[in-house]
T-cell receptor, first 111, second 116 residues
Framework: AQSVTQLGSHVSVSEGALVLLRCNYS??????LFWYVQYPNQGLQLLLK??????LVKGINGFEAEFKKSETSFHLTKPSAHMSDAAEYFC?????????FGAGTRLAVHP | GAVVSQHPSRVICKSGTSVKIECRSL??????MFWYRQFPKKSLMLMAT?????????EQGVEKDKFLINHASLTLSTLTVTSAHPEDSSFYIC????????????FGQGTRLTVV
């Protein structure tokens, strides 16, 4: 069965600093991988996804993630954090169109 | 992008009453919709998969008589929390699957249910 592990429930960065949110997955088949962002009391917004093809995926708001099969990882990065990036981030793997979510990482951005 | 509307966004109800939450795909048809529950500061847990015209498939540990799901059309699925109790208070989120290859499901805005 597929599963997702997000290392670090809380990450804090300074504005302008690099953002790195870690995600490792377990899947018996080639995975479809996703990163979502959630603002308080709101639904989920897709940041980016990997299905097939290029392993470096660019998403919205300057985020990108790289699928590394050898490391079973799909870490999310952004070169320069902005205050508006403060939110909860979820990594997910698709299991027959069902999404299996990681526990989430809360990103705090301080001035 | 595709839009999924979830209604209501917030609801407060008394213990013992039932609450219905609607999930609509506004600009696409969704043969499959998913219902998730999110506990405070926790991840999303899949409750059930809703298929148009057939019975929902519930995840292990989810009471199907407690959480009634009806997928009456290709654009509407409803979740009814029956005989609600305070422990049912949570954030409920739906997603709708367009059914196209390499296309992700789209999420509603979520419903904050508070049972008092």
């Amino acid at each position: 069965a597929q599963s997702v592990t997000q290392l670090g429930s809380h990450v804090s960065v300074s504005e302008g600093a690099l953002v790195l949110l870690r995600c490792n997955y377990s899947s018996s088949v080639p995975p479809y991988l996703f990163w979502y962002v959630q603002y308080p009391n709101q639904g989920l917004q897709l940041l980016l996804k990997y299905t097939t093809g290029a392993t470096l995926v660019k998403g919205i708001n300057g985020f990108e993630a790289e699928f590394k099969k050898s490391e079973t990882s799909f870490h999310l990065t952004k070169p320069s954090a902005h205050m508006s990036d403060a939110a909860e981030y979820f990594c997910a793997v698709s299991d027959n169109n069902k999404l299996i979510f990681g526990a989430g990482t809360r990103l705090a951005v301080h001035p | 992008g595709a839009v999924v509307s979830q209604h209501p966004s917030r609801v407060i109800c008394k213990s013992g009453t039932s609450v219905k939450i609607e999930c609509r795909s506004l600009d696409f048809q969704a043969t499959t919709m998913f219902w998730y529950r999110q506990f405070p500061k926790k991840s999303l847990m899949l409750m059930a998969t809703s298929n148009e015209g057939s019975k929902a498939t519930y995840e292990q540990g989810v009471e199907k008589d407690k959480f009634l799901i009806n997928h009456a059309s290709l654009t509407l699925s409803t979740l009814t929390v029956t005989s609600a109790h305070p422990e049912d208070s949570s954030f409920y989120i739906c997603s709708a699957d367009p059914g196209r290859r390499n296309t992700e499901a789209f999420f509603g805005q979520g419903t904050r249910l508070t049972v008092v």
